[in-house]
């Protein structure tokens, strides 16, 4: 089902249910915005709509509704705490330091990804993969920023993250970085990205809240509050405005978006936050 969304006087979408229920929980989108799918002979509100499918989808197949994996996200959007259902036999790879409970049952593996090109990205060299053994196993997962964090299912498609971007993915998601080359360098960000493609559940984290956007010819997003963005899309990192502009206004460089695809973006980003915090450091007198 593809839902669409008409707020502010422009149509939205078409989402998931599962990306209305997000953005209705993260506060993107309100109980009393319009909404429309295949089917209905009129808008509706989207509580009403949400109300309508929650009584008519039994729990055991909108569980089912594009995830391989049971997981439920606390806490958001400002610490999202991730919950995972391992069922038995299968495998998640989580990105290190990021597990806080675990079942019993789950046995942790480490390995190295991605070498020399890992490091690079600021990442740490290892992930862990969690096997449930002789049953279901359940993970609580704690991504390090404190923000937002965002479920995608891959079937056969790609997305690249920000190199601190990954928090956990199933077994059937390759997990790579990708050179960004000087552009990256010059953008002040990381020289990498993480390319993610395959089959399976992925999640990925922010820091701040989360705000998926749906691109359709050119978009421009500060290279600082890019989150992610779907394959397809073309970009190139450019200024603003001139050099002084670029030096002075505080705005730096931004990524031009074209094309047709989805770009998440966060609402605040570090440097700022550390810029913020500068006057109120300890100093010797």
Known sequence: MQIH????????GPYSPEQVRQMLAAGHLQPQDLAFHAGL???????????????????QAAAADNRDMEYQVECRPDFAFLTVHIPGGQTLKVEASAMATMSTNLRMKT??????????????????????????????????????????????NTIFLQSSGFVASGMGVQVDSKWQGFKGFFSGESLFLIRCSGKGDLWFNTFGAMIPVDVT?????????IVAF???LEYEIGKL???????????????RFRGEGRVWIQTRQLPSFAWWTYPFRPTKN
Do not use: Q
């Not at 969304?5 to 939205?12: D, F, K, L, S, T």
């Not at 740490?124 to 991504?143: D, Y």
């Not at 010819?217 to 509050?225: E, L, N, W």
């Open 111 to 156: 390995k190295v990804r991605g070498g020399l090109s890992r490091f690079l990205t600021g990442e740490s060299l290892f992930l862990n993969e969690f096997t449930a053994e002789g049953g279901p196993g359940e993970i609580g997962i704690a991504p390090g920023s404190p923000g937002d964090l965002e479920h995608v299912y891959l079937d056969g």
């Open 241 to 255: 405005g001139g050099l002084k502009s670029l030096f002075f206004s505080g705005e730096g460089l931004v990524c």
């Open 217 to 225: 010819g050119d978009y421009v997003v500060d290279t600082g509050h």
């Open 41 to 59: 002979a009129s808008w509706t509100t989207l509580a009403a709509l949400m109300g309508e499918l929650a009584a008519a989808t039994p729990p």
């Open 230 to 232: 779907t394959e397809g």
């Open 5 to 12: 969304i008409h707020r502010n006087g422009a149509n939205e």
